[in-house]
């Protein structure tokens, strides 16, 4: 070895190596191959054309399995796989190592949501997830009263063997398929989201009582008597944050955010508990909720309701006007929240066009949140945070609940003030306890943490964005201001919604983790969630070890919650990403039952995907995403280039690409696969791809 410095990096990238499993160690100090097995284990996922994917637990490695070895496994199983003899490929061809499925280890769910249809004197229920890959028999006389055409739910009694078809009987009966209320329950199940808690959990709500002791308040800090009120939306009934501001004689501004202290109530391993963790998180629906806590105490022991006494966890920051925190506390409150106001209502008090709302008492201290609102936007932008404007549909709904209208949510000032203080307090939380752990003191935590960017898909995202005539300078990677200055060029563009929503494709996904590693999105060394444990478990974890370390916990208690972390945050996440698939499937729901009431109608919007089999138009304004079929174009025979992300006609030249403004009309709607399907009416529009100066 010719330096101690090549000394050096030999060692961290043997390292490196053994830390991504591609090396071994062997005693003596001596370095190994990692020998392959033959047979590995994984969860398998199955793409909705058929094919498999083995995800192998604890690595990297992905095992491509065609549809005719994947034997009776179904979309999610965990299974074990096989590998066949590799054949000898160039470097780095992409390709994946291809197996079988050879055992199904633990079935993902034993229960299918799906059509019951009746075929040449056999019953079969057809399922409403694709990837499930085959129907279900249903004898005769395990019908449970469903007649065909039911949406229902069918128990797997056997899974049968190689690719035979398995059995099951059906279990609920969810009403006709095609009503939204039956595409709404179906959601609910197939996304295994309970609809109801368990008996010993309702009774254990039911014991708290409504009454604080006066010794809890006495060892409180007890905010009653100042000024500070909940900004929510509208239909609201679960207050979990309430705000004050106040000015100090030091030129400081003491910002409080004060969160419902939902630990109090919810004991650790109790049945709330219990049921809490294995929830994860509230999922909201376009016209429902599933929460996470019973009822009483997310609408009422818990929710800042005004002008009632309530416990709090509070974070006090002490800020310069310029926004920065100089000094901070985080305490154990009681708090009396002296004003319930809606979005709405901020917003009339930051525009000034009521009177009414110009001369209401707390007016005012709304101005002055809302500057210092505007400062911390300013400041966070100016670190590197980036600043998606994602946008939502909001569905108005007839006397059978049936959507009506769908509208384009506004982000407005008042959204924008409440999200930077709770921000600002989730960065305080995440540095109280991640700084000092730099200065030697370890003490575990639940961090909420955001990676960067893969680098293939920063490529892939500068190569389209590049077509709209955007540049994106994707070489040795892409800073959090990098991403922010395209999305700040693509606002107010007709490309905007597309390219928003590829971008997020391209990041990774924020999760919970017990290891810090800085929130890219936000451009945030350390953040954690602290504002929300009404609705969000690691919340209310969070709550419970900061007051254990505010206690002064032992070592023992410490090394407990070590153990725990891994565990809460692999949970929380995996909640947290079916409570999103579940909320996409039922917003989905709701557009398609709108579009019923609209065929034959003609929209206009923006070509927001490009496959070999078509492309997907977004309406504007609407929101709704549909597709357009290479069937249905019948004036040429078109090639799909991927990359220029369009379809070409081979004889014509036109090309459909994304981006480009259409004019499309509604001929087909299918609510049991939630699709969409539309033709052109008209020459597509030219496209307002110019940038925005």
Same mark, same amino acid.
């Given at each position: 070895?010719?330096?101690?410095?090549?000394?050096?990096?030999?060692?961290?990238?043997?390292?490196?190596?053994?830390?991504?499993?591609?090396?071994?160690?062997?005693?003596?100090?001596?370095?190994?191959?990692?020998?392959?097995?033959?047979?590995?284990?994984?969860?398998?996922?199955?793409?909705?054309?058929?094919?498999?994917?083995?995800?192998?637990?604890?690595?990297?490695?992905?095992?491509?399995?065609?549809?005719?070895?994947?034997?009776?496994?179904?979309?999610?199983?965990?299974?074990?796989?096989?590998?066949?003899?590799?054949?000898?490929?160039?470097?780095?061809?992409?390709?994946?190592?291809?197996?079988?499925?050879?055992?199904?280890?633990?079935?993902?769910?034993?229960?299918?949501?799906?059509?019951? #249809?009746?075929?040449?004197?056999?019953?079969?229920?057809?399922?409403?997830?694709?990837?499930?890959?085959?129907?279900?028999?249903?004898?005769?006389?395990?019908?449970?009263?469903?007649?065909?055409?039911?949406?229902?739910?069918?128990?797997?009694?056997?899974?049968?063997?190689?690719?035979?078809?398995?059995?099951?009987?059906?279990?609920?009966?969810?009403?006709?398929?095609?009503?939204?209320?039956?595409?709404?329950?179906?959601?609910?199940?197939?996304?295994?989201?309970?609809?109801?808690?368990?008996?010993?959990?309702?009774?254990?709500?039911?014991?708290?009582?409504?009454?604080?002791?006066?010794?809890?308040?006495?060892?409180?800090?007890?905010?009653?008597?100042?000024v500070c009120f909940t900004i929510d939306p509208e239909d609201a009934k679960d207050f979990d944050d309430a705000v004050s501001l106040e000015e100090l004689e030091n030129g400081l501004l003491k910002l409080g955010v004060h969160i419902?202290?939902?630990?109090?109530?919810?004991?650790?391993?109790?049945?709330?508990?219990?049921?809490?963790?294995?929830?994860?998180?509230?999922?909201?629906?376009?016209?429902?909720?599933?929460?996470?806590?019973? %009822?009483?105490?997310?609408?009422?022991?818990?929710?800042?309701?005004?002008?009632?006494?309530?416990?709090?966890?509070?974070?006090?920051?002490?800020?310069?006007?310029?926004?920065?925190?100089?000094?901070?506390?985080?305490?154990?409150?009681?708090?009396?929240?002296?004003?319930?106001?809606?979005?709405?209502?901020?917003? #009339?008090?930051?525009?000034?066009?009521?009177?009414?709302?110009?001369?209401?008492?707390?007016? %005012?201290?709304?101005?002055?949140?809302?500057?210092?609102?505007?400062?911390?936007?300013?400041?966070?932008?100016?670190?590197?945070?980036?600043?998606?404007?994602?946008?939502?549909?909001?569905?108005?709904?007839?006397?059978?609940?049936?959507?009506?209208?769908?509208?384009?949510?506004?982000?407005?000032?008042?959204?924008?003030?409440?999200?930077?203080?709770?921000?600002?307090?989730?960065?305080?939380?995440?540095?109280?306890?991640?700084?000092?752990?730099?200065?030697?003191?370890?003490?575990?935590?639940?961090?909420?943490?955001?990676?960067?960017?893969?680098?293939?898909?920063?490529? %892939?995202?500068?190569?389209?964005?590049?077509?709209?005539?955007?540049?994106?300078?994707?070489?040795?990677?892409?800073?959090?201001?990098?991403?922010?200055?395209?999305?700040?060029?693509?606002?107010?563009?007709?490309?905007?919604?597309?390219?928003?929503?590829?971008?997020?494709?391209?990041?990774?996904?924020?999760?919970?983790?017990?290891?810090?590693?800085?929130?890219?999105?936000?451009?945030?060394d350390y953040y954690s969630h602290f504002t929300s444990p009404i609705r969000r478990y690691p919340d209310l974890f969070i709550h419970r070890v900061l007051k254990e370390y505010a206690r002064g916990a032992s070592l023992d208690h410490?090394?407990?919650?070590?153990?725990?972390?891994?565990?809460?945050?692999?949970?929380?996440?995996?909640? %947290?990403?079916?409570?999103? #698939?579940?909320?996409?499937?039922?917003?989905?729901?709701?557009?398609?039952?709108?579009?019923?009431?609209?065929?034959?109608?003609?929209?206009?919007?923006?070509?927001?995907?490009?496959?070999?089999?078509?492309?997907?138009?977004?309406?504007?304004?609407?929101?709704?995403?549909?597709?357009?079929?290479?069937?249905?174009?019948?004036?040429?025979?078109?090639?799909?280039?991927?990359?220029?992300?369009?379809?070409?006609?081979?004889?014509?030249?036109?090309?459909?690409?994304?981006?480009?403004?259409?004019?499309?009309?509604?001929?087909?709607?299918?609510?049991?696969?939630?699709?969409?399907?539309?033709?052109?009416?008209?020459?597509?529009?030219?496209?307002?791809?110019?940038?925005?100066?």
């Amino acid at each position: 070895m010719k330096s101690d410095e090549e000394y050096r990096a030999l060692k961290q990238a043997i390292h490196q190596l053994n830390e991504s499993k591609q090396i071994r160690r062997e005693r003596r100090g001596t370095i190994g191959h990692l020998h392959t097995p033959q047979r590995l284990v994984g969860v398998l996922e199955i793409k909705k054309q058929g094919l498999g994917f083995v995800n192998i637990v604890d690595s990297d490695v992905r095992i491509f399995v065609a549809p005719r070895f994947l034997s009776t496994a179904m979309h999610g199983d965990t299974v074990e796989v096989s590998l066949f003899a590799q054949p000898k490929k160039k470097k780095d061809d992409g390709s994946l190592p291809e197996g079988e499925v050879t055992k199904v280890l633990t079935r993902a769910r034993s229960t299918v949501v799906g059509t019951l #249809e009746h075929s040449r004197g056999a019953y079969v229920v057809v399922p409403d997830d694709r990837r499930m890959g085959a129907d279900v028999f249903v004898d005769k006389d395990q019908l449970a009263g469903a007649q065909q055409g039911n949406k229902v739910v069918v128990q797997i009694e056997s899974w049968g063997v190689s690719h035979s078809n398995p059995q099951g009987r059906i279990l609920q009966v969810l009403g006709n398929a095609g009503e939204v209320s039956a595409e709404l329950r179906s959601v609910f199940h197939e996304y295994q989201l309970p609809l109801g808690f368990p008996p010993e959990v309702v009774r254990e709500s039911e014991t708290i009582s409504l009454e604080i002791p006066q010794s809890e308040i006495d060892r409180r800090l007890d905010f009653r008597g100042e000024v500070c009120f909940t900004i929510d939306p509208e239909d609201a009934k679960d207050f979990d944050d309430a705000v004050s501001l106040e000015e100090l004689e030091n030129g400081l501004l003491k910002l409080g955010v004060h969160i419902a202290d939902v630990s109090y109530y919810v004991k650790e391993g109790t049945a709330l508990d219990r049921e809490a963790l294995q929830r994860g998180t509230s999922v909201y629906f376009p016209n429902a909720v599933i929460p996470m806590l019973p %009822e009483k105490l997310s609408n009422e022991l818990c929710s800042l309701r005004p002008n009632e006494d309530r416990l709090a966890y509070s974070v006090f920051m002490h800020m310069t006007p310029q926004g920065v925190v100089k000094d901070y506390e985080i305490r154990e409150t009681v708090i009396r929240s002296k004003r319930r106001f809606t979005y709405e209502q901020v917003q #009339e008090i930051l525009d000034g066009k009521k009177k009414e709302l110009k001369a209401d008492d707390f007016a %005012e201290k709304v101005r002055v949140m809302h500057a210092l609102s505007k400062t911390l936007t300013k400041k966070r932008m100016k670190e590197g945070s980036i600043d998606f404007d994602s946008a939502e549909a909001k569905f108005l709904y007839d006397e059978e609940g049936k959507p009506v209208e769908i509208i384009k949510k506004v982000r407005l000032d008042s959204h924008r003030l409440v999200e930077e203080f709770m921000l600002a307090a989730n960065r305080t939380v995440g540095r109280h306890i991640g700084l000092p752990r730099q200065e030697g003191n370890p003490k575990p935590f639940l961090y909420r943490i955001h990676d960067a960017p893969p680098p293939d898909r920063l490529k %892939e995202l500068s190569l389209f964005v590049s077509k709209f005539g955007y540049k994106l300078h994707a070489d040795g990677g892409v800073s959090s201001k990098g991403l922010q200055r395209l999305l700040e060029q693509v606002r107010g563009s007709e490309v905007e919604n597309v390219i928003n929503e590829v971008t997020l494709r391209s990041m990774a996904k924020a999760v919970y983790s017990e290891k810090n590693i800085g929130h890219y999105g936000l451009a945030f060394d350390y953040y954690s969630h602290f504002t929300s444990p009404i609705r969000r478990y690691p919340d209310l974890f969070i709550h419970r070890v900061l007051k254990e370390y505010a206690r002064g916990a032992s070592l023992d208690h410490v090394r407990e919650i070590q153990r725990r972390l891994p565990a809460v945050a692999q949970q929380t996440s995996a909640r %947290e990403r079916v409570a999103m #698939e579940a909320e996409r499937a039922g917003v989905k729901v709701m557009q398609v039952e709108y579009m019923k009431r609209h065929l034959g109608d003609e929209f206009h919007g923006v070509i927001s995907g490009v496959t070999h089999y078509g492309f997907f138009v977004e309406v504007n304004d609407l929101l709704v995403e549909g597709m357009v079929h290479v069937r249905d174009m019948e004036d040429d025979y078109y090639v799909y280039d991927e990359k220029k992300y369009a379809l070409i006609g081979r004889e014509t030249g036109n090309q459909f690409r994304l981006g480009d403004a259409v004019n499309v009309k509604v001929v087909r709607v299918n609510p049991e696969e939630r699709e969409i399907d539309f033709v052109l009416t008209t020459e597509k529009r030219s496209s307002k791809r110019t940038k925005r100066r």
